[in-house]
């Protein structure tokens, strides 16, 4: 599944319960030191992104970030 599949299947209508705001689908570009990796949305611009509440995340991995957090690794691991 691609980055635009995810992204089309989350639900516009169910944003967060603590903020009103909606999670992200991003790739992880490049996993850094520190809890910390390089993630790319639908619109492929790299932000820096906080990954230390999940396992060690690999280049290609997709993840639900919210507020600049990692929250949920999803698809498969390590794939384009």
Known sequence: MSLADFSAACSPGTPCITCSDQGTVMRVVAAGAGGLAVCAGVDERAE?????????V?????VLVHAG????RLGERGTS
């Not at 820096?48 to 060690?56: K, R």
């Not at 690999?58 to 997709?62: A, E, M």
């Open 48 to 56: 820096e992104v906080e990954v230390s509440l999940l396992d060690a």
């Open 58 to 62: 690999l280049p290609g991995d997709l």
């Open 69 to 72: 957090v990692a929250l949920a």
